[in-house]
């Protein structure tokens, strides 16, 4: 495993989750635009490097996918008390213990999810509006799973308006809404058709240490709530990256 990978794994496995802020203290400022945007990220720091010489990199562009019969996604979730960052890149809520997947047969507990506007994977070469992404741990080996969910506009969805309303404008440490109890299960679809592949982080340091399931059918979320979600970050997507020689799979239970 490439240095870079066992700095992730550290990171992740120290931190308890993945957070974007945290990361920069392990390497350079890093941004969504100018001479610290994506295009820049590999050479910002020697942490980063993978973000331009990694071969598995993240998001894809999601087409010519190849059916695979691939097991349902069990998926464990309960409401718990919301606890929301603004970490300067994205609303992120942090979760304690009690919410995992089943995926491969392995337990991964819910860390963490977070929101990107417009979606970081394209369907086709197309964008939705906004995407969230659900990050799981494997506590025996530090894997990670990501679930991916785009979100398109619609009626509005009860998770990302609690993180909504609790969220600080500004940059800081972690918020504690003890009085409100989110299920991050309403961020899933009722259809678990899902794309598979092997990916990386799609932020710094951009380790290819990554299991992605984006499902294929999205959720809604209202147009007012993209909008104030976009107050905050205007543009806040890596774009899509190389697929190279990697398989994109399909299947799962409709």
């Excluded at 300067?88 to 337990?107: C, M, S, V």
């Excluded at 998770?159 to 404008?169: C, G, H, Q, T």
């Excluded at 899933?188 to 932020?203: D, I, M, Q």
């Excluded at 209202?222 to 799979?249: C, W």
């Amino acid at each position: 495993m490439s240095r870079l990978s066992l700095t992730a794994l550290a990171l992740v496995a120290g931190l308890g989750f993945v957070s974007s802020a945290r990361a920069e203290e392990h390497g350079a400022h890093w941004s969504y635009e100018g001479l610290s945007g994506p295009t820049y990220w590999g050479s910002l720091s020697h942490d980063y490097e993978a973000c331009a010489g990694g071969h598995q990199q993240s998001p894809i562009d999601l087409r010519a996918a190849v059916p695979a019969q691939l097991a349902p996604i069990g998926v464990t979730y309960q409401a718990q008390p919301l606890t929301v960052v603004n970490n300067g890149h994205t609303l992120q809520a942090n979760l304690a213990p009690g919410n995992f997947i089943l995926f491969d047969g392995e337990r991964y507990n819910l860390l963490q999810y977070h929101f990107h506007t417009p979606s970081e994977h394209t369907i086709a070469g197309q964008p939705v509006p906004m995407e969230v992404h659900l990050v799981h741990k494997n506590q025996n080996t530090g894997a990670l799973v990501v679930l991916g969910v785009m979100l398109t506009a619609g009626e509005a969805n009860p998770v990302l308006e609690a993180v909504l309303n609790s969220a600080p404008a500004e940059a800081g440490p972690p918020r504690e809404v003890a009085d409100v109890k989110v299920d991050p299960a309403r961020l899933l679809p009722a259809g678990r058709e899902y794309f598979r592949y092997e990916g990386s982080l799609t932020t710094p340091p951009c380790s290819e240490v990554v299991h992605w399931v984006v499902f294929k059918q999205p959720v809604t979320v209202s147009a007012a709530q993209i909008d104030r979600f976009a107050k905050l970050f205007p543009h806040n997507a890596r774009p899509v990256q190389p697929a190279n020689r990697r398989f994109l799979l399909e299947g799962g239970k409709k």
